[in-house]
């Protein structure tokens, strides 16, 4: 999300924009097998509509604490909160500056976010801070394809999705980006979601800090 005073359009539509583009059945269909995999006191960067609270095992997750600068989405992530069940607190806040101590959470979810986060690595070495020793980060994120035509494309339409998209970049480089943090994930799967491919190159799994 950029940093700068949401417009109108970022108030009042964007927000359902992507609420609904985000919940296209493809999509949720990778949010339903990775985010049961959160477990115990769990921080969720980028919380946005809260599409991802019908997904989690309650039994499994003690408390959430969901991170977002955008607040103008955080009306529809409280009603989503509510039908959960689980306790749901949500923050205003960009992922570059986490406002918890080191070593907060047992795990750290990251769905559909890294795109937007003006600073993915800083966000992402903040999330390594405040895992527990042997949490996991559990991500699933869409990003830089390997064919390089589709890579054309992306880095093509970034600057102009980007202002229409809520700050979303179609060719971030997820496994580099964790890497670069400090993050080492053994069980990364790759596969286009239905629709066009400069949108759909997905990566998800786990990741611990190395």
Known sequence: MNTSAPNWYER???????DFACGLRPVWRQRHKLIPLAKGRVLEIGIGTGLNLEHYDSAQVETIVGLDPGVEMHPLARKRALKSGISVELVGLSAERIPFDDGSFDTVL?????CTIPDPVAALKEMRRVLKRGGKLVFCEHGLA???????????????????????????????????????????????????????????GTAEAV
């Open 12 to 18: 009042h539509l964007l927000p359902y924009l992507l």
């Open 110 to 114: 990251v769905t559909y976010s890294l």
């Open 146 to 204: 390997p064919e390089s035509s589709v890579q054309a494309w992306q880095h093509r339409l970034t600057p102009l999705w980007s202002k229409i998209a809520g700050g979303c970049h179609l060719d971030r480089d997820i496994p580099a980006l964790l890497r670069e943090a400090g993050f080492q994930s053994r069980d990364m799967q790759t596969i286009y979601l239905p629709g066009p491919r400069p949108l759909t190159y997905n990566y998800w």
